[in-house]
């Protein structure tokens, strides 16, 4: 009741709205995880090397992000990261291993993971919390526009975290869980393992990264 409380008052709370990025070639990072990017693994019978389970590399919801994007910003640079490790040590995870990702100094950065946080480890609002420890640690004292998405399944433990998160640091937020509760926007049949078919297809993909884009436009 407290935390619902207390995201009521903040949903209601007036917006400071940030200033874009006027820079020709903003500099943008994704941190996520085998929905962003996830090399080759046979037994598990993923074969490509970018989103799970787009069909080819340029139909992952990354790549068409990025083109949407050049399509306002020409010459805007790119990086993405799987995440995981922090997704499943959040608690007490030490930053410095994404000292290459603070190194790239990113001026826009996308939260799009979740979906391998035990939401039976989330005590109070720790994840929220350590969620904006791994934002400070990457601004690294700079400037840096923010948005975080909810998970693509279901999952209202962490989706309460991620939002928390968005709204109490007047972040951008994107919501995704709908797309995850139908199986068009999945890759069913697709796939041996179920679990990579259950990962966003073409659709999904697309779906998501259209999203995505219809906010991160505002911050140009």
């Known amino acids: ?5 207390f995201i009521l008052w903040t949903s209601c709370a007036p917006q400071i709205e940030s200033p874009p990025v006027t820079k020709p070639d903003p500099r943008i990072l994704a941190i996520g995880n ?22 080819s590399a340029d139909k992952d919801y990354f790549s068409l992000l990025e083109n949407l994007i050049r399509s306002k910003k ?10 995981f490790p922090f ?17 790239f100094e990113p001026d826009i950065l996308i939260i799009r993971f979740g979906e391998n946080i ?45 939002i928390l998160s968005a709204e109490t640091n007047n972040w951008e937020l994107v919501r995704l869980s709908d797309l995850g509760s139908l199986e068009e ?20 993909m697309e779906r998501i990264a259209v999203r995505i884009f219809n906010v991160l436009k505002k911050l140009f």
């Open 185 to 204: 926007n999945m890759a069913i049949g697709l796939f041996s393992n179920e679990a990579v078919a259950r990962h966003p297809g073409d659709l999904g």
């Open 34 to 55: 085998s929905i962003t990017w996830h090399p080759p693994s046979a037994e598990i019978g993923w074969s490509g090397n970018w989103g799970m389970a787009a069909s």
């Open 118 to 162: 035990d939401s039976e480890t989330i005590e109070g609002n720790m994840l929220a919390n350590s969620i904006k420890d791994f934002v400070d640690f990457l601004a690294d004292g700079r400037e840096m526009q923010i948005l975080v998405t909810t998970t693509f399944w279901p999952n209202e433990i962490v989706n309460q975290q991620l």
């Open 74 to 83: 020409p010459e805007a640079v790119f990086m993405r990261e799987n995440v």
């Open 87 to 103: 997704e499943r040590g959040f608690e007490s995870f030490d930053f410095t291993f994404y000292n290459h990702l603070k190194d």
């Open 1 to 5: 009741m407290i935390l619902w409380t």
